[in-house]
């Protein structure tokens, strides 16, 4: 079959008491992809063999990195804090598929940040990450481990070497009814503002926390627990000329230590668990999807007039032919 030229495109975003959206763009063909990523371009070359893949990609950032636009603490947004970070990088890495779904790999990125990348006194922060990394993949079960560290030259607040492992696993069978398994979790070392993973929120850049405004907190050592029951349509993951649609209930648990790195002044102890629950669902149409997800998390600190609540909503095309192929 020759090769044909795809697109997808999706809007969305996350509405709380901070709420953010993002759009995406993307083309590709063959084992080149350029993608827009609401303020971010990627272009990646890929190439795809029986056995692995391996890849290259240029980025660029243009204002929220990280999501130092919009950090919170204790319960409520930090304004003050707020400002644009930009980042140039280049990523690249491999992966090695052997039997009954295992594979292995390493990949590596570094970065140039950029803080008030758009005023006089900008500065500069490189960072670097890589990591050996595996898993499994199988249609009803996905894990991955991460073993790797950033080092951060330039950092007075942060180590120069941050060792982490990161982990993740997802069952989630496709029956009519079925059980919904996930978690993730990360034991680090040294991390700062830059390195540290972003929890809380709907969205697929985060590790989730139903309830919780998006990247909320800023971790370094975490568990988030995912139960819950998903039934309707089965093969939502392969186009078919008919409407199919899925829906979810979920209840989400975390722990973790030292959530931030701002000195706070609300007094509001900080948050070093949290629980939440979610209702989810999902219709597709041949390459046409839409994603719909409200969450609550009733026992979370907030502050005067912050919301408890979010939604998360997208819709969008995933990888669709700009033309039928002919052969």
């Given at each position: 079959?020759?090769?044909?030229t795809?697109?997808?495109v999706?809007a969305?975003?996350?509405v709380?008491?901070?709420?953010h959206g993002?759009?995406t763009f993307g083309?590709?063909r063959g084992s080149f992809?350029?993608?827009l990523?609401?303020?971010?371009?990627e272009?990646a070359f890929e190439?795809?063999?029986q056995?692995?893949?391996a890849?290259?990609?240029a980025?660029?950032c243009?204002?929220?990195?990280?999501?130092f636009?919009s950090p919170?603490?204790?319960?409520?947004?930090?304004p003050?804090?707020a400002?644009p970070?930009?980042?140039?990088g280049?990523e690249?890495g491999?992966?090695?598929?052997?039997?009954h779904g295992?594979w292995?790999?390493a990949?590596?990125?570094?970065?140039?940040y950029?803080?008030?990348?758009?005023g006089?006194?900008?500065t500069t922060e490189?960072?670097?990450?890589?990591d050996?990394?595996?898993?499994?993949?199988?249609?009803a079960?996905?894990a991955?481990?991460?073993?790797g560290?950033h080092?951060e030259?330039g950092?007075?607040a942060?180590?120069?070497?941050?060792p982490?492992v990161?982990?993740?696993a997802?069952w989630r069978?496709?029956?009519?009814?079925?059980p919904v398994?996930?978690?993730?979790?990360?034991y680090?070392?040294g991390?700062?503002a830059?390195t540290r993973?972003?929890?809380g929120g709907l969205?697929?850049?985060?590790?989730p926390m139903?309830?919780a405004?998006?990247?909320e907190?800023w971790?370094?050592?975490?568990?988030v627990?995912r139960?819950?029951?998903a039934?309707?349509?089965v093969g939502?993951a392969t186009?078919?000329p008919r409407v199919?649609?899925?829906?979810?209930?979920?209840a989400?648990?975390?722990?973790?230590?030292?959530p931030t790195?701002?000195?706070?002044t609300?007094?509001?102890?900080?948050?070093?668990?949290?629980?939440?629950f979610?209702a989810?669902?999902?219709?597709?149409y041949?390459h046409?999807?839409?994603?719909?997800?409200?969450?609550?998390?009733?026992?979370i600190?907030?502050q005067?007039?912050?919301?408890?609540?979010?939604?998360?909503?997208r819709?969008?095309v995933d990888?669709?032919p700009?033309?039928?192929?002919?052969?």
């Amino acid at each position: 079959m020759s090769e044909q030229t795809e697109i997808r495109v999706w809007a969305g975003g996350q509405v709380d008491s901070d709420s953010h959206g993002d759009v995406t763009f993307g083309v590709r063909r063959g084992s080149f992809r350029a993608e827009l990523f609401t303020d971010t371009v990627e272009l990646a070359f890929e190439p795809q063999r029986q056995h692995g893949k391996a890849w290259v990609a240029a980025r660029a950032c243009g204002f929220a990195a990280e999501m130092f636009i919009s950090p919170w603490s204790e319960g409520a947004p930090l304004p003050l804090y707020a400002h644009p970070v930009a980042y140039v990088g280049v990523e690249a890495g491999a992966q090695r598929w052997g039997p009954h779904g295992l594979w292995g790999g390493a990949r590596g990125w570094a970065r140039e940040y950029i803080v008030d990348p758009y005023g006089p006194g900008a500065t500069t922060e490189p960072v670097f990450r890589g990591d050996l990394e595996g898993g499994m993949w199988t249609p009803a079960l996905q894990a991955s481990l991460r073993v790797g560290a950033h080092v951060e030259p330039g950092s007075r607040a942060a180590g120069l070497f941050q060792p982490h492992v990161e982990g993740d696993a997802h069952w989630r069978p496709d029956w009519r009814v079925g059980p919904v398994v996930e978690g993730w979790g990360a034991y680090a070392s040294g991390q700062g503002a830059f390195t540290r993973t972003r929890v809380g929120g709907l969205t697929p850049y985060v590790v989730p926390m139903a309830g919780a405004a998006w990247a909320e907190w800023w971790v370094q050592d975490y568990a988030v627990g995912r139960v819950g029951a998903a039934a309707g349509s089965v093969g939502m993951a392969t186009p078919a000329p008919r409407v199919r649609a899925r829906g979810q209930l979920a209840a989400d648990v975390a722990a973790f230590s030292d959530p931030t790195v701002y000195v706070s002044t609300l007094g509001v102890e900080p948050t070093l668990h949290a629980v939440g629950f979610s209702a989810s669902g999902k219709l597709t149409y041949k390459h046409f999807y839409t994603d719909l997800a409200v969450g609550y998390a009733p026992w979370i600190p907030r502050q005067e007039g912050y919301s408890r609540a979010s939604a998360f909503f997208r819709v969008g095309v995933d990888w669709a032919p700009l033309k039928r192929s002919k052969d």
